[in-house]
Structure formats: C-alpha cells, structure tokens
C-alpha cells in the first residue's frame, strides 16, 4: 500500500543550530502538507506544497517539494527552543480521499 | 470559538467496556476524519465521512463504528475495549475530500484502557 516515510525519527539540537526532516512518498503526490504537533498538543498545518519543484519559505522554515513530487524536506534554520515538537508531512492517499502521514520528525532543543 | 472539538479529552476505562468519543466541527466542512497516535506518534487513518457516507473504513477492528448525525458531528463508539486501544485519538476536518485540502485537528481524546 501507499506509504509514507519520514527520516529521522528523532533529532536533537543546540540551539541555533540547523535542523532538516525529510519525506519520501512511495507515489507520486497531488500535493505535500506539513504539520507540527507540540509535546501534548494536535497536528497544526504549516504548509502545503503542489508544484514540482516548489520552494516555499515561513520565517525560518523552508519547505520543498521534489521535482517528481515524490520526496519533500522542511529545513529549519538557527533553530529556537520554540521549535521543539514533531513535524509530520503528509499526502493524500491514492483515492484522494484522505491524508496519510508520515511517522513524523520529534525535534528537541536544548539551550 | 473552536473549530473542531472533540469530548472527552482524557477517559480511562475497564477493558471490555464501552465508550465513545464525540466530535464537532463547526467550520462547514464536508469531510470529518478519526486518526489514531500510538505511543510512538504514529498517525493512522480510521475512518473518514464525507456528506455522512463513509468514504474509507482502513482495517480496524469492527468493535470501532463510526457514526454521523449531521455533517458537522463525528462521534467514534468503541465496543469491547481492550488494552490495545489505549492510545490518543483525533477528530480531523477539511473542506474538501477531493483536492484533500488541509485537515484541522481537534485537542485529542487520550483513551487510557486498563
């Protein structure tokens, strides 16, 4: 069936350092989201990608979607303690019918 | 005012009881979704209505039922729990099934089954 991977499944960072997740879709997608999930919190939307090849920027957030909409990255730069929580990306299912996602990204930050 | 809000948020339960879940959503949106997290966050997909047809049924237990009153209400019945079912579920919606535009999530409901 339709999967969706994400790596790495854990990462931790000083503070101001860079941080990327990556995502791998075994289909080709209509499109990519990106959600955050705070330590006890629910999936927030960030962003959603659609063109091959698409580069779309929030602050210090930079998101990416792969020339064969199969593959996506969000880089976080000079991360902040306010960053920490798991990002997850996402895409429709086959039928279009429901999202699926990827077992997400947990990023801790220490000071 | 909330957008998707589901009750309870924690509920703690007696294996083989019964218990739901209710959701709302009061966004107008067509499509309302159940997601289930385990403990190591994985987000997986249960059921998902549209206009109150079920549109997906993924492989769950027949003891998960679904049930729509109105297009903005989801409610999720569990029958039988078992300690396998512990885990956080959401209450999802987006406003079009077809593009799969964003999905808002409701605060969780942490089902602790002891």
């Known amino acids: 069936g339709q999967q969706v991977m994400q790596i790495p499944q854990y990462q931790h960072v000083q503070e101001g350092e860079d941080f990327t997740t990556y995502c791998n879709s075994s289909t080709t997608l209509s499109n990519i989201q990106w959600y955050k999930q705070r330590p006890g919190g629910h999936p927030v939307f960030l962003i959603q990608l659609v063109k091959s090849g698409e580069v779309k920027k929030q602050k210090r957030l930079t998101f990416q979607f792969g020339e064969a909409k199969k593959n996506s990255s969000l880089h976080i730069t000079a991360t902040q303690t306010t960053d920490v929580g798991t990002y997850f990306c996402?895409?429709?299912?086959?039928?279009?019918?429901?999202?699926?996602f990827g077992k997400g990204t947990t990023l801790s930050v220490s000071s | 005012d909330t957008a998707v809000s589901q009750t309870p948020k924690y509920l703690v339960t007696q294996m083989g009881n019964d218990k739901s879940i209710k959701c709302e959503q009061n966004?107008?949106?067509?499509?309302m979704y159940w997601y289930k997290q385990d403990s190591k966050k994985f987000l997986k997909i249960m059921f998902s209505y549209n206009n109150k047809e079920l549109i997906i049924n993924e492989t769950v237990p027949n003891r998960f039922s679904p049930k729509s009153p109105d297009k903005a209400h989801l409610n999720l019945h569990i029958n039988s729990l078992e300690l396998g079912d512990s885990a956080v579920y959401f209450c999802?919606?987006?406003?079009?099934?077809?593009?799969?535009?964003?999905?808002?999530f409701g605060q969780g409901t942490r089902l602790t089954v002891v």
């Open positions: 996402a895409g429709p299912d086959q039928a279009g019918t429901a999202l699926i």
């Open positions: 966004l107008g949106h067509d499509t």
């Open positions: 999802a919606s987006s406003p079009d099934r077809v593009r799969s535009t964003e999905a808002f």
